[in-house]
T-cell receptor
């Protein structure tokens, strides 16, 4: 069993839709939870991070962590074609990151 | 936000040759990291490079194949040695800056013929 599971998609939604991206994990030692966005031919770009259960909001993006269920989510409201990218969840413990496989998202106009 | 620059951005190499990838950070950092990203796979950590000490390699990666240098607090190199087609991948460097989560460069896309 991989430590971080993420559905690779692809996910295709119309502009304006609410997008939900999810990851599950098995290691209770994970302390920090991150979402990275990766555009084609670019490196991963840190989008959001949190270290506690609950919600964290930044503009159209909301990161949600449920440590009891070992489940994290990223919600994108009013999705835009510019949100089309691969979204990687990542979790950290002891200074080391563990990544999901990434979910490829396409938002069509 | 921090800028991490990698060179080259891509290369096509012959099998049996070696390539050195450079990573430059625009601020001083203690730890730099090297990852490999293969299509459809999660990022795989190759090694962690601290300035002034030997790099720490993850299981499955050895220094003879992936020698790393870390001459100062803003720069590191990764060499992919004696390349084979299985080494075709994207190689990424990252760094933790100001206690933030890791930031990444844009990667080096390597193809081996």
């Amino acid at each position: 069993q991989k430590e971080v599971e993420q559905d690779p998609g692809p996910l295709s939604v119309p502009e304006g839709a609410i997008v939900s991206l999810n990851c599950t994990y098995s290691n209770s030692a994970f302390q920090y939870f991150m979402w990275y966005r990766q555009y084609s031919r670019k490196g991963p770009e840190l989008l959001m991070y949190t270290y506690s259960s609950g919600n964290k909001e930044d503009g159209r993006f909301t990161a949600q962590v449920d440590k009891s269920s070992k489940y994290i989510s990223l919600f994108i409201r009013d999705s835009q074609p510019s949100d089309s990218a691969t979204y990687l969840c990542a979790m950290a413990t002891l200074g080391r990151l563990y990544f999901g496989r990434g979910t490829q998202l396409t938002v069509w106009p | 936000s921090a800028v991490i620059s990698q060179k080259p951005s891509r290369d096509i190499c012959q099998r049996g040759t070696s390539l050195t990838i450079q990573c430059q950070v625009d601020s001083q950092v203690t730890m730099m990291f090297w990852y490999r990203q293969q299509p459809g796979q999660s990022l795989t950590l190759i090694a962690t490079a601290n300035q002034g000490s030997e790099a720490t390699y993850e299981s499955g990666f050895v220094i003879d194949k992936f020698p790393i240098s870390r001459p100062n607090l803003t720069f590191s190199t990764l060499t992919v040695s004696n390349m084979s087609p299985e080494d075709s991948s994207i190689y990424l460097c990252s760094a933790r800056i100001d206690n933030q989560p890791q930031h990444f460069g844009d990667g080096t896309r390597l193809s081996i013929l």
